[in-house]
């Protein structure tokens, strides 16, 4: 009887490690130098990704775009961009895979949306002009 209680009682603390992990462990992956992702407009290239598939669900994805095809893109999904006044800053895929998160990329020409939560979830997506590139950072907290 003692062995099955036991045995029962490291079952749950399994179980229980086994969600933590899946819930906040790192299943992180970057992908860098891609010709199409999905969810991401068909005319984007060089694209740069960094995604977490835990329950932060972080997704950090930047490409170069023509300004006419991300606005268009983001018409598409509802995202009401408007010109960057002053300066505004985003996240890049590569800074999150290197460690560097609190690294924003400054853009000082371009578009900008933002929609976020009271958690720091939501999405960001901006156009830089000087560059050519799209950044979308989206995430669930």
Known sequence: MKCVLIAGLAVCVLGLLLLGWSMFGDHS?????????EG?????SDITVYQ???LSGVLIADFK????????????KHWVVQPIS???????????????????????????YSRRAD???????????????AYI?????
């Open 119 to 133: 958690n720091g979830g939501g999405l960001t997506a901006a156009y830089d002009r000087k560059d050519g590139h």
């Open 137 to 141: 950072d989206r995430s669930s907290r």
């Open 52 to 54: 977490n598939r835990n």
């Open 29 to 37: 992956s970057f992908q860098t130098g891609l010709s199409h992702f």
């Open 65 to 76: 775009i023509a300004e006419l095809e991300f606005v268009s893109f983001a018409a598409e």
């Open 86 to 112: 002053g300066s505004a800053f985003v996240f890049q895929a590569r800074a999150f895979h290197e460690g560097r998160p609190n690294e924003k990329k400054e853009i000082t020409d371009g578009l900008y």
């Open 40 to 44: 991401l407009p068909p005319t984007a």
